[in-house]
């Protein structure tokens, strides 16, 4: 008798470790499928169908077109907390060259661009990837907690404006209100094994703003009948840098960065106009109007010291509907969720980072904002093979960035490491039975 028990234990064991083998190799599939196969954003109808048929086919009840193509997957087992879980699923206008077997050779066109390679330059593939194996582990768990579980898969993150429209369309009648809201974001720079967490700030405020120098236009030969706007955009391009060394503390963190500037048709022409766009990061509220109201300042003024007759002073728009304000990570929660997280990851504390706040920008911020009473956190996934991050670190080949079309996820290991963290949060935040 005491054989056949220690005989079915080792099968049980056996078993486990097979399933769990095929569960990991079906995520890792997944990852693939998606990677190859990205949508930009406001695109993401295939993708959108896939997440549905994959928590559908978990027992979730699935609610679609949420906000564009937003898709909530709902599971309620029995009384508790209600925990929200959010993966983003828009490509980026970025043509692949990380030459791994599974890259993206789709092409496609954006509202507000041409023709370009598409591809998950930004991870979320990843993202869905470990949502999809978090959601699979449990159901496969239900006897183990209690509460109401809402996956949110969200388009349009990189264009800032997915959360909002999700947020308009009605999310939060569609959808219980939340006591805890989770995201992971990967990290470009961090080994995978690894996880890190930053209370508090995590991600910057952001604006784009558009300014519209405007000139007196002529000869080439002959500046001094006209009024040069490229020679006014220069000015107020260095200008500009003035309102973070000059202006702001150096306790706070600013970026104004002129991304784009076009001007002017040929050689020998001043020409009429020159348009500039900018982005304008920051945490705090008090700088971020610190800097739009220096932007316009600054263009005006400058426009006025050469000359330029009032009816012909810049413009200066402020995109107020892709406007984000800081993703902050509820502080007390974020202390929790560190010791979670080292206790679920095979490498213990060690697998858990504290990383400094970054000036990228993230639309999740405004779930949090939407329900101000709900924990908030985001914590990033480390993709890259740790001898790469040794190297690197040693003045070896640098690690490419997010967004850079060599970005190239280590996968397995990232999805395991993923999953089995954000399982272990969405485990704690949900109630015990």
Known sequence: MTNGIKSLGVLLLLCIAVNAQDEAQRLLQLYKELHAAPELSQQEEKT?????????????????????????????????????????????????????????????????????????????????????????????????????????????????????????????????????????????????????????????????????????????????RARDPVVLAAQMVLAFQTLVSREN??????????????????HNVIGEEVKMQLTVRCYDERVRKQLLGGIKRIAEHTARAAGMPEDRLPTVHVHESESLGALVNTPEYAAHATKVLAAALPGGAASVLCRAPEMGAEDFALFGQAVASARLLMFRLGTIPPARVAAAEQGGPPLPSIHSPRYAPDPAPSIATGVTAMYALALDALGKR
């Open 48 to 224: 959108a169908a896939r997440m549905a048929q994959e928590f559908r086919a978990l027992g979730y009840s699935i609610t679609e077109k949420i906000g564009g193509h937003g898709v909530l997957a709902l599971l309620e087992n029995g009384p508790g907390p209600v925990l929200w879980i959010r993966a983003d699923m828009d490509a980026l206008p970025v043509t692949e060259e990380t030459g791994v077997a599974w890259a993206s050779k789709v092409r496609a066109a954006s509202s507000a661009g041409p023709e370009s390679g598409v591809m998950h330059a930004c991870g979320h593939d990843m993202h869905m990837t470990v949502a999809v194996g978090t959601a699979a582990k449990l159901v496969a768990s239900k006897a183990h907690w209690s509460g109401t579980l809402m996956f949110l898969l969200q388009p349009a993150e990189e264009i800032g404006v997915g959360a909002k429209a999700m947020l308009a369309d009605g999310l939060l009648k569609r959808a219980p209100k939340p006591d805890t809201i989770l995201a992971q974001h990967v990290d470009a720079a961090v080994a995978t094994g690894q996880v890190s967490v930053t209370p508090g700030p995590i991600f910057a405020c952001v604006d784009s703003v558009d300014v519209v120098v405007r000139g007196v236009g002529g000869h080439g030969a002959y500046p001094h």
């Open 249 to 266: 503390s150096p306790l706070d963190p600013a970026v104004v960065t002129v991304g784009s500037i076009h001007g002017g048709t040929k």
